[in-house]
């Protein structure tokens, strides 16, 4: 089983940038199609960005392109979200996904690993 360790969450005001990272176990990282959703108490989990295994390819939701960037390091076993300009809508928790097999998270498509979640809180 892979296990998916976030960090970089926390509370900022409107207009500040946090990035968050998501470390990875396993031997077979850069097969794996990397995301990141994000999902409010009482709400349906959103889809955020993803990656392919290579970096080669990015996917974002509309309501962030622009201001979020998803990134990986392969050797590091890593993935980052770049998050600047963040609004107080921003605020939810962020799960680092993982879809095995050359495969991408997506709004439809299930992820096979999750993270445990990292705070982001965004204030006015």
């Known amino acids: 089983q892979v296990q998916l360790i976030e960090s970089g969450g926390g509370s900022v005001q409107a207009g500040d940038s946090l990035r968050l990272s998501c470390v990875a176990s396993?031997?077979?990282?850069?097969?794996?199609?990397m995301g990141w959703f994000r999902q409010a108490s009482g709400k349906e989990r959103e889809f955020v960005a993803h990656?392919?295994?290579?970096?080669?390819?990015?996917y974002y939701t509309a309501s962030v392109k622009g201001r979020f960037t998803i990134s990986r390091d392969n050797g590091k076993n890593t993935v980052y979200l770049q998050m600047n300009g963040l609004k107080p809508e921003d605020t939810d928790v962020y799960y680092c996904?993982?879809?095995?097999?050359?495969?991408?998270?997506?709004?439809?498509?299930?992820?096979?690993?999750w993270g445990q979640g990292t705070q982001v809180t965004v204030s006015s």
């Open positions: 990656i392919t295994g290579s970096g080669g390819g990015t």
């Open positions: 996904a993982a879809k095995r097999g050359f495969g991408l998270p997506t709004a439809t498509t299930p992820a096979d690993y």
């Open positions: 396993g031997r077979t990282f850069s097969t794996y199609g």
